[in-house]
């Protein structure tokens, strides 16, 4: 028979790091994570370098490659990274990883076929996959409770930071590039412009290296699970879905509620370039500049904010605080979110994406702290890696896909001329918030219930 206990004495006065070294390993994360959406997110600056240079003929092909190609690879290997998180160092992982995504980035360049850039994608995904498990994790073992929301919030804003970065540096170096001559490599063959974004936005990650491994620590970790074993052993994978098992009903209306908001979030700014490209004419450089600074303001804010506000609210008897923010800004997140897309006048139309911006940024930070509130710190990584996978196949994966299958399928060019793409991204993100507000309102009660039992937990498996 195994036993599992998690007592409310084992997670009292534990010992913190100082919080100035605290916020300075978020920062270095948070920085790793910059690096690692810009190199993500390059892609959508390029759709028709990309369907020129690869010889592709439709907008799936390229939402492919944004999508499904790399996302698969990142959820599935999140899982088995998650279970290592929970095991091993956790520096040394995200390490790893931080080398996989650099190089694979980098080696993009090089590719000359849609299968050789599909299969380099899922290289970027791989090494990607290994990295937020592993940081959730090492941020709450640096706060205490009542302040991990906003530590992990400040890491997720390297999402909008990466991100705009990528839309505000990357138009511009795109822009530059396309007028450069190719590069000839000895033994390598003709590297055209395009490629060459590839090797710049990529090889910079792997300076990055030297300041984790030298300046970051791996905490001690803090409320472990007891097993059958010891208290703090790692879980053993049946017994760690059995537990699971008990608290299903908040993990999928947590998980799937917020992949909703993440299916908006990713199709938007996967396909956002093109629709103010073929519906107002704008070039990638300006869009770049202008939507590039919306995002890192305007995201980093928003998802910011989404953190105090739930630290906030949970100082003040919330126990729900972090749902409950998450399903406070699916909601406000209407008004804008659908006005936008359906204006004729450009400014106007990016106007109201700044509000849009700020509203779909402010659930990525209280999301997974949610996940390192309610669980033991043995199943933290496992727990954010299920997390990560729902919300990265439901959003990543499928979200720019689904929003390409609708402009070339349902909206498509012949019906609807180029601002078809405007009601595809229509569509597709209010069905999403619809469907996150009524799972995050259910989540609310469920995850109340779930921390009221969290310290009494006690589960026995034959």
Known sequence: MGRWMSSASELQKPDYASPAYSWYVVIVLTIIYVF????????????????????????????????????IFYTL???????????????????????????????CGFAKTF?????????????????????YSIIA?????????????????????????AYLIGGRVVAMVRQTEPWVLPGIGTIEPWQIV???????????????????REPVRKGLLKTGKKSGAAVPLREALAYLKTQ???IATHNIGFALLAFSSYGTSAWLPEVFKRVHGWGAADFGLV????????????????????????????????????????????????????????????????????????????????IAELMPNNLRGQTSAIYLFVIN????????????????????????GEAGIRYSLLTTTAIAHLGATILLWRCMRLFRQSLAARAEILFCIM
């Open 36 to 71: 690692s959406y810009i190199d993500r997110q390059i892609l959508s600056l390029m759709v028709s370098d990309l369907k020129t240079g690869l010889n592709l003929q439709y907008d799936w092909q390229v939402g492919f490659l944004m999508g499904p190609a790399f996302a």
């Open 77 to 107: 290997f999140g899982i088995p990274f998650g279970r290592l998180a929970d095991r091993v160092n956790r520096k040394g992982l995200i390490a790893i990883g931080l080398t996989i995504w650099s190089l694979t980035t980098a080696a």
């Open 115 to 135: 299968m050789t850039m599909a299969l380099l994608r899922v290289g970027v995904g791989t090494g990607e996959a290994a990295l937020s498990p592993s940081a």
């Open 141 to 165: 073992d640096y706060f205490p409770p009542k302040r991990v929301a906003r530590a992990i919030a400040f890491y997720g804003m390297g999402i909008y930071l990466g991100g705009g970065l």
């Open 198 to 216: 590839f090797l710049i936005v990529g090889l910079p990650g792997l300076l990055l290296l030297p300041v984790l491994w030298l300046t970051v």
């Open 248 to 250: 299903w009903r908040t």
């Open 291 to 370: 939507y590039g600074a919306i995002v890192i303001v305007c995201g980093s804010a928003g998802v910011l904010s989404g953190g105090f506000f739930a630290d906030w609210l949970s100082q003040r008897g919330y126990a729900d605080a972090k749902i409950r923010v998450g399903f406070i800004a699916a909601w406000i997140w209407f008004p804008t979110g659908i006005a936008f897309p359906l204006l004729a006048s450009d400014w106007l139309a990016m106007l109201l994406v700044v509000p849009t911006v700020f509203f779909a940024a402010m659930p990525f930070g209280v999301a997974p702290a949610a």
């Open 393 to 416: 196949m439901i959003g990543l994966a499928i979200g720019p896909l689904v929003l390409a299958l609708m402009t070339d399928y349902v909206f498509d060019l012949a019906r609807f």
